[in-house]
Structure formats: structure tokens, C-alpha cells
């Protein structure tokens, strides 16, 4: 039994109320992968800023669930590619139980 929009911190894409798990799918580009995060050549200050401030805003949102009790997963974007789907439904089952 999932749930989407649930009213938890940081507005987690999928909760698992029952397992107390917190799913979200963080997007390459906003969430500043360290493996596809490619700063855009203009305005390199703002985008500098606004990475650096989402990262510890999840960071900040991961602590805050975990002190409530909550497990979180983050999954990032490029995770839900097909050819990793395995790895992604082991991970998924094991934090799950």
C-alpha cells in the first residue's frame, strides 16, 4: 500500500505508510547527481547557489524523516532506467522488508 502526496516533510513521491518508508526520485539535474549533473554554462552563480541549496534541503528533509522514524530511499533519475530495474526492485524489497 503506497501513497502519493502525502503530508510528510519534503513531499515524498511515494510513502509506504505501513513499512514507515519514504520514496523519492530525484531528478539528475535538480538534486545535482554527482554522476550527470552538468552545470549550465550561463549564470553559473545562481545554478551554483540553487544546486548547493537543494542538496541540503534533501539532506536536511532525509534527517528530519528519519528522526520521525521514517526509512528513506532516494532514488536518483537515472536509477529507473530499464536496464537497471533489477537493481532497483532488490533495493526496493529489501528496504521494505
Known sequence: GWRRHMTLPGRPDFAFPAARVAVFLDGCFWHGCPEHFRRPKGNRKFWDAKIACNIERDAMVTKTLRKAGW???????????????RRLLARLRRVLG
Open 71 to 85: 526509512r528513506v530511499l532516494r532514488l536518483w533519475e537515472h536509477e529507473l532506467a530499464k536496464k537497471r530495474e
